[in-house]
């Protein structure tokens, strides 16, 4: 199978260690991936609350171009992406005339949608098509040393009708899935499913920071070396406003120092990458400890 793949803006730009963590885990797995450069920002949900026929219009524009190539299934490690552009699709194959009407507008680049093409999040996509106990075989070290909280973010979990969780329920726990694959012990908490705090980041700073804590801290608190998410928008947030965040809510401002990584560099540490390769070094948070954990204690998988 080969996907057109859409890194997203986040990817390339504020959180560049996804992409060359995600390129470097792509291709230990041999999963075949055509970067498409001519797609646009999906609007990430901001645009389709100004303007919904618009943000989705930009959507089906990249759908078209992905069905033109006769690539069938897009992947993105985003999950603002993986909802934006669920919701796009959903909205004009449920209603024929809002996709003639979309069509008509992106008819002047030459393009035409016609509904075949399936978008997925990777770790939807190791986890559903890949398999977990095929992506085991890819791993050379044994995380049991390592004990990870996961956090989802909004989009990749609802609404539920648009994300296909009716025929593949397993999506709602497939980040613990994967980070089990690792031997990694999954560090459950409620706020894993629950908004970062980046949406209200700029109209609302002191909530904003309050959730950052909230979700950061319980997971510290309850034993955590780090949080791994599939969202570089939530990593920006709870990476980069983590120390900011403790200041203002923790008691003394005591620092929470919990290092968020993002799925591929999980996978990657797995498969024997050091922390420079999966670019961990540009973190906010530092990784220098969580990367010394691994090389002295993590065990060796012999395959």
Sequence with gaps: MKYAWWPGCVAR???PELYTSTVAVLKRLGIEVEEMHDFSCTGAGVLQERNLKLGDALNIRNFAIAEKMGLKEIMTICSTCQGVMGQAHWRVMRDPEYLREINATIAEEGLEYMGGVVVKHLVWILVEEYGVEELKKHFT???SCLRVAPFYGCYILRPTNSLGFEKAPA???SL?????????EVVDFRGKKACC???ILLINQENSLKMVAQHTGTAKDLGADAMVTPCPLCHLNLDG???KAASKNRPGGQRINLPILHFPQLLGLAMGMGPE???MPKHIVGTRELAAT???KATVVNR
């Design 277 to 279: 390769e999966l670019g």
């Design 294 to 296: 691994v090389r002295q």
């Design 171 to 173: 999506r709602e726990t």
């Design 176 to 184: 613990e899935a994967v980070i089990a694959a690792t031997g990694a």
């Design 13 to 15: 730009g504020g959180t």
């Design 197 to 199: 705090g980046l949406p």
């Design 241 to 243: 406003y983590q120390d």
């Design 141 to 143: 070290r044994n995380l």
